[in-house]
């Protein structure tokens, strides 16, 4: 599994800038910049809170990467040390800021 900093400062499962879902899907399927990336996992949280959170983060998740261009996906798996979701202005409000091109 890969090591996960959220930065995604409205998102539910954010605690402390970390996940709180087991796993996360990065979707961006033809993304060639980090800008057109985002975590399809992003839920606005009430307040800003993380409630309703799936548990208790420890700061690995499980990366499902559905951006094809992505130096890291390797058949649809995250294989970076560790990945930053960032906020957005874009699409899906967060992007993938460790995204690389191949």
Do not use: W
């Not at 539910?12 to 961006?28: L, Q």
């Not at 800008?35 to 208790?56: F, P, Q, S």
């Amino acid at each position: 599994m890969t090591q996960l900093d959220c930065r995604a400062t409205e998102c539910r499962y954010n605690v402390d800038k970390m996940c709180a879902r087991a796993g996360i899907t990065v979707e961006g399927t033809s993304a060639k910049k980090s800008d057109e990336t985002y975590c399809g996992n992003y839920e606005v949280g009430k307040d800003g809170c993380a409630c309703n959170r799936a548990g208790e983060p420890d700061g690995v998740t499980e990366i499902t990467c559905d951006a094809k261009n992505c130096h890291y996906n390797a058949s649809g798996k995250c294989e970076a040390g560790s990945v930053d979701i960032a906020d957005s202005t874009g699409v899906g409000q967060t992007m993938c800021a460790s995204f690389a091109m191949k």
